[in-house]
Every structure is written in C-alpha cells, then in structure tokens.
C-alpha cells in the first residue's frame, strides 16, 4: 500500500472512530437513561469504560495516527493495537447493554473500527514488516510475554467459568451483572487468547506474521490491563470491591507490556528516507 494512502486512510478512519468513540463515552456519561436498564455493577463498569475510553483511548488513537502518517514505523502497531482493541470493546457495548438511545452509534462505531484494522492490516505486506526487524535478534521477552498473557488470562477466565459448567450453575463473576454469557470471555477464548499464543509461537520461529501481529496484540493488551486497572479502582470507589491489589497488579502488568514493546519497537530498522 502507498504511504499517501495509508496515511490518508489512518488520517479518515481515525477521525471517524475519535467521534463516534466520544459520542458514546460522554453520551453514557451525562445522559443518565443511557444505561438505566443495567444493573448498578454493570452500571459502573460500563461508566468506568467510558472513561478509560475518553481519557485513554482517543488520545492514544490520535497521537498514534499523527505518528503512522509521518510514516514513522511504530506509530503504525500502536494504531492498529488501539484500533482492535477499540473493535473488541464496541462488540461488548454492542451485545452485552439492553438497548438504549445510543445502539446505533455502538453498532457504527464497531464497524468503523473494525474495518479500520482489517483495511489497514490487509494492506500490509508481512514480509515488509519482518525486514524492518533485525532478524539476528531473538525476541524471547516479547514472545514469552505475549504467550504468558495468552495463558494467563485463559487460566483466570477458566477459573471462573470451569466450576460454573459443572456444577451448571451462574459464573461468580457474571452476578449483579444481569447477563446470560460474559461476553469478554466468549471474545477471548473465541479470537483473542488464541492470537496471543499462535502470535508469540509465530514471533519465537522469526515468522512474519510474528513480527507484524506481536506489537499490536501487545498494545492491545497495554490498554485492556489499564482498563481492567481503572475498573478495578473504581469497583473500590463504589463499593463493589475491595480488593485494590487486583488494580495495582494489571497497572504493573501494563508497565512491564510498556517497557517490553518499546524495547521490541527501538530495534527497528530506520525508514529509508
């Protein structure tokens, strides 16, 4: 894909998402009605991601998509990490609210993210992104931290829902909640859990799907371990939870995701100018 187009497409798709994003952060954060039919926890964890949302991911998204379109290398994974994360989020905002005055704007705005990453990802040529990389590296940090997080969140989400399947009762994190299904769970065991294992194996075999895959499944787990950090501190501020170490612990996970993309990210090769 040219440069002139890509950073075109960045430039339109991101503009559009930063809106509709914004439309339905503060739409669920000042219009109270929005999310009258959910029960006060969901209530809470929805306000809580509209926050992370406005104060998070928008700016991410438009800093990210300034950096892409100068064509410098890693602004392009950061893009794509925030644009799959934003798609994942709106399915959830899509399937797991009651319908509300806002529906439409969540259904557009999980099209628009998601045909941003696929249009964007397509275009891209795989063995490209694998010359920008050193290849006499081994990238053991970053491919043992994408497996890790992979399995790790495949052992908590289990630890949950296995008991609940044989004992054929109600998950324990899915009371107060007032949904069937869990629908981050059906997300992550369905795509996402499984794209962080077959990633870290591609990434520790020097594929280059591994080194095009690797930096955004890892800037997407950056952002949802600071959302699930600012859940967790606002569980405590209302109530629901106690536990404040569950906070610090997905904020330390979040840094350490930090230090090990930016150093995956600064042994890139520079662009030819």
Known sequence: MSGEFRGKAILYFTIA???????????GLL???????????????????DIVNLALIVPVLLVSAI??????????????????????????????LHFNSLFLVYCWTLGVSAYSFI????????????????????EYFMSLLVL??????????????????????MPAGL??????????????????????????????????LGYLFAPVLMTFGVL?????????????MTG?????????LFAAFALLGIAVLVSFLRHMKKAAA
């Open 17 to 27: 998402t930063v809106i509709l994003t914004a439309v339905t952060s503060l739409g």
């Open 31 to 49: 219009y109270h009605n929005t999310y009258s039919r959910e029960t006060a926890l969901w209530i809470a964890q929805a306000a809580s991601q």
């Open 67 to 96: 950096v892409a379109r100068r064509g410098i290398r890693w602004g392009l994974f950061v893009w794509l990490g925030a644009m799959l994360y934003t798609a994942y989020t709106f399915v959830i905002y899509s399937f797991g």
């Open 119 to 138: 249009t964007l990802t397509v275009q891209i040529t795989p063995g490209v992104v694998k010359g920008w990389f050193d290849e006499s590296r081994h």
């Open 148 to 169: 890790a997080a992979g399995v790790l969140f495949y052992l908590m989400w289990l630890k949950d829902d296995l008991p609940a399947m044989i004992s054929n009762q």
């Open 175 to 208: 009371r107060g909640t007032g949904l069937p299904t869990n629908p981050v769970h059906v997300l992550d065991y369905s795509f996402i859990l499984p794209g962080f294992i077959i990633t870290s194996v591609l990434l520790l075999k020097k594929k280059a």
């Open 224 to 236: 949802m371990n600071l959302t699930i950090a600012v859940i967790a501190v606002v569980m405590k």
């Open 240 to 248: 629901y939870d106690d536990n404040v170490a569950i906070s610090m």
